[in-house]
């Protein structure tokens, strides 16, 4: 029987927490941009649930001749859905603007995990991208301007996958090219089939991120969900990430590397593997070629 070890040679990690956080997190920034030159990896983004990312992922890029970018997630901590803040963010060099992420309504309402919950109880007002069921807060459409303008990916957040579906909806209709769905199967971003399937037709991409089935994540999927996932909508459409960075996991190249291993035995071909691993990510960060 053929190894079903992958190769990360050009693979490309688009969801990575690091220190420093608010939260404890296993690796620096520079700690984690080493490691995933040593893997052959080609690029990670660097995320954080409360400031940019896009200027220490130039410092570290620079600091190993790597190719590190940032991007914003749109919480309280930056004025919420603040158009100002994402000008800033692209101007910083910011690849990714996520819609709220610990803010964001549905999350403080319904995620179990306690760095949550901590914040539900600070009695934060939830934050959503909707000023009615079918139509976007008038913040929401400029912010989407300015991704669409600056060529840049949009990531849903931990948005509910409804209110997500009508933000995909907007943005593709404003030529926004670049679109990701953010962890569609954590549980509290759990996407239908079929809600998947109408992000894909939209024009988005969905990040299938390995935290989401780590034995010791609440509510995890088993890796054969998502297999199951990825085999219905199609590996074209799809990437592979960790969301790693927690103290308790692995570090984030082992995740990625355990991830495409556990696929591959589910099934997936390694072509599959590669394309959610390489092209996909490279195109949603605008480093093709």
Not at 95 to 120: G, V
Not at 168 to 190: C, E, I, N
Request: aromatic residues 4%; proline residues 6%; charged residues 25%.
């Amino acid at each position: 029987m053929p190894s079903l070890d992958v190769d990360l040679d050009g693979a490309i990690d688009l969801h990575v927490h690091t220190a420093p956080d608010v939260y404890d997190r296993l690796l620096s920034d520079d700690e984690q941009v080493s490691q995933a030159l040593g893997a052959g990896l080609r690029a990670v983004l660097l995320k954080s649930h409360h400031t940019l990312t896009a200027d220490r992922a130039t410092l570290a890029s620079q600091r190993h001749g790597a190719q590190a970018f940032g991007g914003l997630a749109l919480n309280h901590s930056v004025g919420g859905l603040n158009p100002v803040a994402v000008e800033t963010a692209i101007a910083f060099g910011a690849r990714q603007i996520w819609m709220p992420t610990i803010h964001a309504a549905h999350c403080l309402k319904t995620a179990p995990q306690e760095m949550f919950r901590a914040e539900a109880r600070k009695g934060r007002e939830g934050l959503t991208v909707l000023q009615a069921p079918d139509r976007l807060r008038p913040e929401a459409l400029a912010i989407l301007e300015l991704i669409r303008d600056g060529e840049i990916a949009l990531g849903t957040g931990h948005l509910a996958p409804e209110e997500a579906l009508v933000l995909l909806k907007s943005a593709r209709d404003m030529g926004v090219r670049r679109m990701v769905v953010t962890h569609p199967q954590m549980s509290f971003t759990r996407y239908t089939l079929p809600q998947m399937r109408e992000a894909v037709e939209l024009g988005a991409m969905l990040e299938f991120d390995y935290l989401s089935c780590c034995p010791g994540w609440t509510e995890s999927v088993p890796v054969e969900e998502a297999g199951a996932a990825i085999r219905s909508v199609g590996a074209e459409r799809c990437i592979l990430a960790t969301d790693g960075g927690q103290p308790n996991n692995p570090a984030p190249v082992e995740m990625l590397r355990t991830f495409a291993r556990e696929l591959r035995e589910f099934g997936l071909r390694r072509e599959e593997i590669r394309r959610m691993l390489c092209e996909n990510p490279a195109w949603i960060l605008g480093i093709e070629g």
